[in-house]
């Protein structure tokens, strides 16, 4: 009997090895790592607890498959009640790496370490039974909390870097940072400046404000401060740089797919400002109507990325019209960063639809007087409703 794991080194899914062998009778459990961004520290720590706990350990680069995901988020102006959804992108990139070790390893099951109260166990399993899959979920299926799980790891002489006081679940990305657990459950709770590590305190940052070029093709960012730049280096070096500022912080109540209602806390410098940058670039080259109609489809695109139904066949269709409308989303932006915000301050693009001829209050190219015609039967129906009898 063999099972594969997806691993990310952390509390949940190291218990999760012992557990697989003593409660659920694998003889052989693999891990897999799969890289989408993570400090190098920490893929490395995973790779090390991996080999040491684990009968083998797998480590998968996905960092292009997961940028070009963050593209498609940029194009969507993607966001679900104003959390980035850089987890809910990773998880069904990494639930196929997954699936792609297990068939190498002819594996009986594949395995996660996601509890039964949050949104990553659909996320997972969605992908998983897809390929047909065994899914096994022993922090979900054997009903575990987290202190129980410290207390059976130190019993199995598992490290654990979790404590009593600090049981934060943290889980990083290229796109984004989430800590929640512990003391953060509680809404009332005003959390300390030691969760944060991607952002700092936005009240001890440089009183200089600092102002960025972002230039974009077909709504992909490619270059940063005229630099033409890879997805990823762009990425990282912009996380650098507004998180300098304090910019990308979010503390959130949050709806779950399930209905729950947590307290979510995130850090995602340059998701905030390539975001911005990217709505502030269409409004300057997108109809109104376009505009209006794109919201629609990005919400239902959040939605579907926030419960892992990538594979719904809705998707590939916004997908469609989504590409559709970035074909004209190319010029630049420029954002001022200063001390916790971001504020696009300067922009062009060649498909812009706005013109300064026909704008300003200088400009004769339109008379005037030609907007009364219009203004004769603006509100009619209102007045009409309203008239005194």
């Known amino acids: 009997m063999k099972v594969v794991l997806a691993y990310s080194g952390g509390l949940d899914t190291t218990v999760c090895i012992p557990l697989l062998r003593e409660k659920y009778g694998f003889k052989e459990v693999i891990t897999v790592t799969v890289d989408v961004g993570q400090p190098r ?15 083998k350990h797998y480590t998968v680069d996905a960092r292009k498959e997961f940028v070009d995901f963050i593209f498609m988020a940029i194009k969507a102006n993607a966001e679900y009640e104003g959390y980035v959804l850089g987890t809910a992108m990773a998880r069904p990139i990494i639930a196929k790496k997954v ?19 949050g949104n990553d166990q659909l996320r997972f399993d969605n ?3 897809q390929y047909n899959f065994k899914v096994i979920a022993p922090i979900r299926e054997l009903n575990l909390t987290r202190e129980w799980e410290i207390e059976y790891a130190k019993k199995h002489g598992i490290e654990v870097k979790v404590t009593k006081e600090k049981p934060y ?8 940072r989430s800590i929640e657990g512990g003391s953060l459950e509680d809404p009332t709770f005003i959390p300390n400046e030691d969760i944060y590590e991607w952002t700092k305190d936005p009240e001890k940052v440089s009183k200089e404000p600092e102002i960025i070029k972002i230039d974009f093709e077909k709504g992909i960012p490619i270059a940063l401060n005229d630099e033409k730049l890879e997805g990823f280096e762009l990425i990282s070096k ?3 740089i507004a998180g300098e500022h304090g910019i990308g912080r979010t503390d959130m109540i949050e709806d779950r797919v399930l209905g ?22 269409e409004k300057l080259v997108l109809s109104r109507r376009e505009l209006k109609f794109k919201k629609l489809v990005e919400e ?26 970035q074909e004209r989303v190319t010029g630049w932006v420029k954002v001022k960063l200063y001390r ?44 009409l409703y309203r008239r005194e009898l």
């Open 41 to 55: 520290e920490e893929i490395k720590r995973a790779e090390e607890r991996g080999r040491k706990y684990a009968d």
């Open 340 to 383: 916790g915000c971001a504020t696009p301050v300067a922009r062009y693009s060649e498909n812009a639809l706005y013109s300064k001829e026909l704008s300003s209050f200088d400009s004769l190219m339109i008379d005037q007087k030609f907007a009364e015609g219009y203004s004769i039967f603006h509100g009619l129906q209102g007045r």
């Open 169 to 176: 679940s943290i889980d990083e990305n290229l796109w984004s």
């Open 238 to 240: 912009l996380n650098a």
């Open 260 to 281: 729950l209602k947590t307290r979510e806390n995130y850090e995602h410098p340059a998701a905030t400002v390539l975001l911005l940058a990217h709505k502030d670039l």
């Open 127 to 129: 992908i998983f039974r």
């Open 300 to 325: 239902e695109w959040s939605e579907l990325v926030y419960a892992g139904l990538v594979n719904d066949p809705l998707f590939d269709a916004l997908n469609a019209f989504i590409d559709k409308t």
């Open 99 to 117: 699936v792609e070790i297990a068939k190498i390893e002819k594996a009986n099951a594949v395995a996660h370490g996601c509890t039964g109260k």
